[in-house]
T-cell receptor, first 114, second 112 residues
Framework: EAEVAQSPRYKITEKSQAVAFWCDPI?????LYWYRQILGQGPELLVQFQDESVVDDSQLPKDRFSAERLKGVDSTLKIQPAELGDSAMYLC????????????FGQGTRLTVV | GQQLNQSPQSMFIQEGEDVSMNCTSSSIFNTWLWYKQEPGEGPVLLIA?????ELTSNGRLTAQFGITRKDSFLNISASIPSDVGIYFCAGQLGDSWGKLQFGAGTQVVVTP
């Protein structure tokens, strides 16, 4: 069954260190999303890609976060430097096309900043 | 921030009971989705709704797209222990292709 792959599943890092998350969307899905989910809340969109282009990164804290999808397939989300408030679940999702709302999520990366 | 108001926040029910939850907003949405999330996992898509008034079922789950386009409802009939989890509504605004806004979730606990 096709699924969104994310790694690592868990990451513990010290504040001020750099951390990176990887996502491989469902094959053939043109649109890729990174969401952040704080405990007890729903996911919030950080960045949206259509193929290799950023469609929306208005909610991405660009002073410390960066995201790329160089070949329009897999994607990397980076945080540098990490802060205590960045502790959260980072979820990647993909959809067939930008006009298709049905998004399928990966298992997420649980980040703890100490 | 989140614009969707999801209620109730949590529900404790006995196995076999029906469950109802809803999501409301002051904004008009063109798509409503319902997801289920279990601890430590990503959300899993349950139902997608695209038209006002639409009623869609997936097994024991039934969801409706409100007539006003500002709300949606999810019902679970004859609950079983594996229904435990957090249920999220998500809506797509008319001018925001692919960008979903999520509610805060309804935690469902089923006791035997």
């Amino acid at each position: 069954e096709a699924e969104v792959a994310q790694s690592p599943r868990y990451k513990i890092t010290e504040k001020s260190q750099a951390v990176a998350f990887w996502c491989d969307p469902i094959s053939g899905h043109a649109t890729l999303y990174w969401y952040r989910q704080i405990l007890g809340q729903g996911p919030e969109l950080l960045v949206q890609f259509q193929d290799e282009s950023v469609v929306d990164d208005s909610q991405l804290p660009k002073d410390r976060f960066s995201a790329e999808r160089l070949k329009g397939v897999d994607s990397t989300l980076k945080i540098q430097p990490a802060e205590l408030g960045d502790s959260a679940m980072y979820l990647c999702a993909s959809s067939l096309a930008i006009e298709v709302a049905e998004a399928f999520f990966g298992q997420g990366t649980r980040l703890t900043v100490v | 921030g989140q614009q969707l108001n999801q209620s109730p926040q949590s529900m404790f029910i006995q196995e076999g009971e029906d469950v109802s939850m809803n999501c409301t907003s002051s904004s008009i949405f063109n798509t409503w989705l319902w997801y289920k999330q279990e601890p430590g996992e990503g959300p899993v898509l349950l139902i997608a709704l695209y038209k006002a008034g639409e009623l869609t079922s997936n097994g024991r789950l039934t969801a409706q797209f409100g007539i006003t386009r500002k709300d949606s409802f999810l019902n679970i009939s004859a609950s079983i222990p594996s229904d435990v989890g957090i249920y999220f509504c998500a809506g797509q605004l008319g001018d925001s292709w692919g960008k979903l806004q999520f509610g805060a979730g309804t935690q469902v606990v089923v006791t035997p």
